[in-house]
């Protein structure tokens, strides 16, 4: 077999590379950090009646269950005296999904 090719030999290199960039700077400390997140997750937030609408319609839409009706009618006792008369234009507080 006179056409073997013989292959480099590197088991006897050793690293000796060096860094000439200076001094990485220190590490962030974060240990004194906190947190101050805050959320309106349970704010009451509003609604504009339009036409069509009824509150088992507008619970449906923010709670996912028209049966839910009464918490919105509940919260705007003074400016609603029947659940079945609302109109267009008017602005119902709608409280937290809870």
């Known amino acids: 077999m006179g056409n073997e090719t013989s292959k480099p030999d590197f088991s006897n290199v050793q ?5 000439t960039a200076a ?5 962030a400390d974060f240990s004194n950090v906190q947190s101050a997140v805050s959320s309106t997750a349970d704010e009451t937030s509003t609604y504009t009646v339009v036409a069509g609408d009824n509150l088992s319609r507008i619970a449906r839409h923010f709670y996912g ?10 919260a705007n006792r ?4 029947d659940p079945d008369k609302i109109r267009p234009g008017q602005v119902l507080k709608i ?3 809870s």
Request: net charge positive; proline share 11%.
């Open 15 to 19: 690293g000796g590379a060096k860094s």
């Open 23 to 27: 001094d990485a700077p220190p590490k």
């Open 65 to 74: 269950n028209a049966n839910a009706w009464k918490r919105i009618f509940d």
């Open 78 to 81: 003074d400016q609603l005296t």
């Open 95 to 97: 409280p937290a999904k």
